[in-house]
């Protein structure tokens, strides 16, 4: 079990070895990933990524959500306010096999509600196949995009061997 003084440790030795000040808010040209809240599909493990490398929003699922739609505006405001021009994004929204939200399958109103829409509309997400709905999110946020420059892609994690599986290539949009 961690408990909290594990915890303040680990952050001390991060402090005192990993810590860097002068990070940017937002590093140039780095991707915003959406990934699932489960520990077994953390991006900076399963990507390599190192402190700072990307934004990371996790949600339950990795879905791309009204939620997550928010978030990124919000984040894109952040960056103006900071004197960024929204310029070009890297948008990669990443499932993963054996996800939690699959056993969910049976609580149309919990889904609805998370997903922000009619019970008869739930066939539509794909709940139950990582790659289907992956595509399906990818597809969501080409529909109706953010402003600026995209280039959006879709991958599905395979918790059983640990590999990426690219479903949806980059693919910018204008």
């Known amino acids: 079990m961690i408990t909290l003084d594990t915890l303040k440790q680990r952050n001390h030795d991060f402090a005192a070895h990993q810590f860097t000040a002068s990070m940017s808010l937002f590093p140039a040209f780095k991707p915003i990933i959406v990934s699932c809240v489960d520990p077994r599909a953390d991006p900076a493990h399963i990507l390599g990524l190192e402190f700072g490398d990307a934004l990371v929003i996790r949600n339950i699922g990795g879905r ?45 109103d919990l889904l609805a509600d998370y997903f922000d829409i ?3 509309e739930l066939g539509a997400k794909a709940v ?15 529909t109706n995009p953010l ?7 879709g991958l599905v994690y395979d918790v059983t061997t640990g590999l990426i599986e690219v479903v949806v290539a980059p693919d910018p949009l204008q």
């Open 64 to 108: 791309f959500t009204p939620e997550t739609r928010q978030a990124i505006t919000l984040l894109q405001n952040v960056a103006q306010v900071q004197g960024a021009t929204p310029g070009k994004g890297n948008l990669i929204i990443i499932h993963h096999t054996d996800c939690g939200i699959t056993r969910l399958a049976g609580k149309p």
């Open 147 to 153: 402003p600026g420059e995209w280039a959006v892609s």
């Open 118 to 120: 009619d019970k008869a």
């Open 128 to 142: 139950t196949d990582p790659r289907t709905a992956v595509a399906i999110d990818v597809a969501a946020f080409k």
